[in-house]
């Protein structure tokens, strides 16, 4: 593009400026700040425009005017929603609310997905995000954020580590099957095989529970352990996050004032919030989403909610956001989130295929049995089109995996030594791993009748808590050259039933991964302590 730009200067030729991709509402303080943000997206082909704040009328109208070219993809919107004679102030748009007002929330909902919907049909065409930043220091920290993300070449095991937090639901039948549901869909079908997956959940019972007491410290651990997402479903409030209940008290998940404590050891993970008012940054204080995004050390993006979600409409959104991650590999985050939440407003047949299509209908088909008006769940689903905001940039790019080839035996006894034939395309430090599946136990879960606090009893839970994370019976590393690899593995004599090898090579500038399933019979000898489904 420059070296076009520059034989039409030479020539003399008039050179129409390309249309834009991508337009940046900004305020002209804020502006000296973007440059480096703006040289970075330049560099990456973008073209981009930034246009100045208004009311929220003349926003939409210089967004549509810009998209009138046919090329505009992504709207990025800098600026707080703050006081309207703030210099700095970006509005929302607050579009009536008609189904979560039912659930307690206020008649009207915070959202920028209006600025997004070309066609006046609710469905976002446009990829949204804001930086809801309310001074320079705050917009510098977050776009230091993004560069640093982007520009990263730690492609360390981070990078295929989900870690999950979930609270106990306690809305009755429906909500708290589908919240369920939704956990569970995010454990097993819905995050591929070859990610690693690490749950925190907030029922004393639960091997995926650590001591109670101190829950809200293993919360901020699974942050600054590092992960590609950090991901909450729960009951969310403006500035802090639900509570564990045990018999005769309850413990903090996280608010506010643990943000002091996030210090990840790698890159910021992308946060999301399947819970209320996360997001809600219309308020007059700030929310838990917007404080952790400005924070130095906090996510590089959050997702959430500006006002009261309800569990099927956010269950719907999961499927899709996983659907468009995992499967359909889009290659923004902004993409991901406008893609998921245009299979809210369509029936899952038309726009996801696969285990995503199945969990859909099994979503549709249990709420549709349990809600007091079922006519209702299309509003609901239309509803979190608006609900659900980003808070970061839409830009924000999605490093894909390589996938690997593995060629292995499927069927082996304990005790084996087996032999892999590995295909990869980029060279790296490699790991190979023989783990039981996701949803299975590799010890046998407590059972908790009775909730005891004593501190050997709470040592017990976080030993639980641990063992139930730790899906892995053995384990080898190794540098890896680029092409085919051959490796050997020992399966120890403990291990049993169904398996999987799980691969993951970390590169220069790229990273790796596959997975292949193996069942393991028992020897003879070995002690039959039997499959432990996963258990909460």
Not at 83 to 94: C, Q, V
Not at 270 to 297: H, K, S, V
Request: include cysteine; charge should be positive.
């Amino acid at each position: 593009m420059l070296a076009f730009l520059l034989g039409c200067a030479l020539s003399g030729a008039t050179v129409a400026a390309p249309p834009a991709d991508t337009v940046v509402i900004c305020p002209a303080d804020f502006r000296p700040a973007m440059r480096p943000w703006l040289t970075h997206r330049q560099a990456q082909g973008h073209v981009i425009t930034v246009r100045p704040s208004g009311t929220a009328s003349q926003i939409r109208a210089s967004i549509r005017q810009v998209a009138k070219s046919g090329r505009l993809q992504y709207v990025l919107l800098v600026g707080d929603v703050s006081r309207e004679t703030d210099a700095l102030h970006i509005p929302t748009h607050l579009a009536k609310a008609h189904v979560n007002v039912r659930w307690g929330s206020e008649p009207e909902i915070a959202t920028d997905n209006w600025y997004a919907d070309l066609d006046d049909d609710d469905l976002p065409d446009l990829a949204i995000g804001r930086l809801p930043a309310a001074n320079l220091a705050q917009l510098r920290n977050m776009l230091t954020k993004i560069l640093a993300y982007e520009t990263s070449n730690d492609h360390g095991e981070w990078r295929r580590r989900i870690n999950l937090v979930a609270g106990v639901g306690g809305f009755g039948a429906l909500v708290d099957s589908v919240l369920e549901l939704t956990t569970r869909k995010f454990l097993t079908d819905g995050v591929p095989d070859s990610y690693a997956t690490h749950m925190t959940y907030g029922s004393w019972q639960s091997p995926y529970c650590p001591n109670p007491s101190r829950f809200d410290d293993a919360v901020v651990e699974r942050f600054n352990e590092g992960c590609l997402f950090w991901i909450y479903i729960g009951h969310g409030q403006r500035t802090f996050l639900d509570r564990v209940q045990v018999p005769g008290r309850s413990y903090h998940i996280f608010g506010k004032q643990d943000i002091t404590r996030l210090a990840p050891v790698s890159t910021p993970p992308i946060a999301i919030f399947l819970a209320c008012y996360t997001t809600a940054f219309d308020g007059p204080q700030e929310c838990l989403g917007e404080m952790m995004l400005r924070a130095p050390n906090g996510p590089v993006a959050v997702l959430g909610g500006t006002r009261v979600t309800m569990p099927y409409g956010m269950a719907v959104l999961a499927t899709g956001l996983m659907d468009q991650l995992f499967q359909q590999r889009r290659a923004s985050l902004g993409q991901v989130i406008m893609y998921a939440k245009r299979t809210l407003g369509t029936p899952p047949a038309k726009t996801i295929n696969g285990s995503q299509a199945t969990t859909r209908q099994l979503l549709d088909a249990l709420a549709g049995a349990f809600a007091s008006s079922p006519d209702l769940l299309a509003a609901e689903r239309r509803e979190h089109l608006q609900l659900i905001n980003l808070l970061g940039d839409p830009l924000l790019r999605i490093h894909q995996p390589q996938r690997i080839q593995i060629d292995a035996p499927k069927i082996a006894t304990s005790g084996d030594v087996i032999a892999l034939q590995l295909h990869s395309e980029i060279a790296g430090r490699c790991s190979v791993e023989l783990i039981c599946r996701r949803g299975q136990l590799r010890h046998p879960a407590p059972t908790r009748s009775v909730y005891v606090a004593t501190p050997a009893a709470l040592s017990r839970y976080d030993r639980a808590y641990q063992d139930a994370n730790q899906p892995t019976w053995s384990r080898q590393d190794f540098t890896m050259a680029a092409g085919a690899s051959h490796v050997e593995l020992q399966i120890p004599t403990a291990a049993r039933g169904a398996c999987q090898l799980r691969v993951y090579v970390a590169g220069e500038k790229a990273h790796a991964l596959g997975t292949s399933d193996l069942f393991v019979k028992r020897t003879a000898t070995a002690p039959d302590r039997g499959d432990r489904k996963l258990s909460r």
